[in-house]
């Protein structure tokens, strides 16, 4: 009795998101890996049975590994670039301007400074996504390049020139994200005693070293949950890569990423099953990211 | 601190990893959905006959039955979707009166139907047009396209006399056809060369080049005013730069050129008139252009056409209607053929191409499909024709339908270059359709080519070798034509 009132009690909270989890997320997932073994082509009533065929040209083909290679960049890129701003940034807002009175508290004009990072995640990716297309635009109206006519320069490709690209989507993806993670490392930082920064600031603790010996041990687990989103996300871009890049992932493949080929081939191209295909493998990359990290960073947790 | 029999994190954890084990089989349930189940549907799509001849109407081929419901989905692009509600719909119930039409107006033609033509519900006559266009032969390999020879051949809908056949350019018919079957009616006709502002030319005095030395002059002339000869937009239609090469390959070498790439023959992209053509526009862009085209889509660069800083554009006669609410009253659109590359060119100057597009057709697997080749007749009508005309200012397929309308200047001057063309007419290049991995990976990497990354040769070695590839894979099925 005493064990079905506690297992209904769960039950009942699980049952309704369980259901949809399993009818959205896990069954397509099941049909994706159904259909990675055929050469369905989105029309056909029964999806040919293929075997493994789709996986072996996918290693043999070069759109792949392009897409792969502009995932690894971003996920060494893009991670690095936003924790270590994010960190700063939210070190400078809540702690920067050391200990006055009571407490720790940030730089001047810190609030302002917190609407001005989060501005960007307010925005729905596409319009990210149309803004920066304004930003990058590479005549002379464009809001980066006019400057540069104005000068003298040369027009400069952002998005066109296919060395740079890459680079500037990563710089947009860097902008939209920084936020999101001020806020959270914020959050992080205000659930630190004041205690430690005070007893380490009476010991003449610099800025630099309660940064370094205080604020970054005790943010590990925060940090580590940061990491795994940017990596996920870093799997994605989606949206992005769709609305900012020439022609969805081009100049000559340099900015696609495997989602944005999974649509392609699926839809444009009608080949499901190798659509499929691609999506398994993205499906293993993503896990077998998430399992290293957490793996590489778990250590003990300090008890605050 | 967990208390004795509290159900942990972990074992939470533990417990729905069991129960997803169990909940596994039934997941196939789920599972099968997406495919829309193992019905097998036979491939038999035999179009409705026209009625035996005891009861022939020629008022009513098809023997539609007025009690029917006819369901038809537009594309709503460019086009919008008023030329079928206010137009199409209203003679097709007035001719069979009591018939109802469901119209579905969307942007999203893939999304909307891909899922009903699994399941089988499928709509009537479907405008198969825009980002999303399905593609019509995987669903004419399932069944679900109904042939049009039956149309083709019943009498029309002005003069029972005269077959519908007999009513439209006979290109249409044939860009209406694959494998050999009469499976889409293509409705629109355009014209496709190059644009220019001919109040420009006007004003100072400048004739259109015939030849590329003549061209280029005009670029250095142009060049003078700060204004570039050429330019082609890098983002959201790319392809019209590679329409634009493959169409003077076309006059240098004839249509055998595009005719050689559509049925993939052997080093088709390395052939002298491709060469010769990819080689030259090559030059024009990289000389009389500028890079920064390559990063702006075909509005933002269509716009700047409007604003004079360049002079020639290629495209269809679409152009006009699409910027006629951003077109000042000092521009004027007209046509102008492609200059000639060598003085041997296949076709003399004047060679412009004119094609087919804005594909619909009639399901096999509806609920009505007598009442949607009605429906595809009644397009073809004077009336329906010359009222689309109207309405979207671009042509249709149908003899005769702008007579009596006003043309807009631009439309005027490429039904005029159509008539100076005669026999010279360049061919559509089919592969887009067929092959659109090929025709994207071209486009694509003339983008590169065109940047000054790559050599002309490079440039039709990687696309010729994409073509072997498509060529070697299985999955694609292949098409052919003879002209």
Redesign the interface.
Known sequence: MERLRKYGFVIGFLIVPVTLYVVFVISPYIQAFQLSLTSWNGYQAVPNFVGLENFTRLFKDEVFWNALRTHGIVLLVMPLVVLALALVFSFLLNLGGGSRGAGMRGVTGSTFYKVVFFAPQVLAVAIVGVLWKAIYRPDEAGVINGVVMKLGGEPIGWMSDPDLALWSLIAVMCWQAVGFYVVLFSAGMSAIPKDYFEAAALDGAGRFTLFFRITLPLLRDTLQVGWVYLGIAAFDCFALVNVLTLDAGGPDGVTTVLPVEIFKTAFTYSKVGYASAMGVALFFLTITFAVLTLRVTRREKIEL | MSHP???TRRD?LRR?GLT?VV?GPG??L??A?????????SPSASAPAPATSAAFDPKNPFAVDAKKGLEVVIFTGGFKDDYATGLHQPMYTKAHAGATIKHTGTQNV?TML?PR??SGEVPDVVNNSGP?A??VA??A??G?VAELTALWDAPSFDDPSKKVRDTVTPAALEEGKLNGKDMTLNYVVSQRALWYNAKLFQEKGWTLPTTMEEFKALGDKAKAEGIHLFAYP???G?YYMLWNMLYTAAKIGGNKAIIDIDNLVDNAWKSDAMKASVTAWHEIFTKYS???????DHT?TQV?HLQNKFLFYPTGSWLEGEMAKDKPETFEYAIAPFPSVTTADAMPYGAIQVGSGEVFFATAKGQNPQGALEYLRIMLSKEGAKGFVEKTGSLTIVNGSADGVELPPGLASAAKATDAAGPNVITSARFEGWY??LF?YAW??Q??LM?G?MTVEEYLDKVQKKADDVKADS?IAKQTRDA
């Open positions: 029999g509290e159900i939470l729905i997803a909940v997941a196939g789920l599972s959905c997406a495919t829309g189940g193992g019905t097998a549907a893939g891909r033509f699994l999303e399905m593609d995987a669903l390999a399932e679900h890098g983002q959201k790319p500028d890079k920064s085209y390559l990063g702006l933002q700047k659109k991995e994207d694509a990497q983008n590169i940047g990354r999955s």
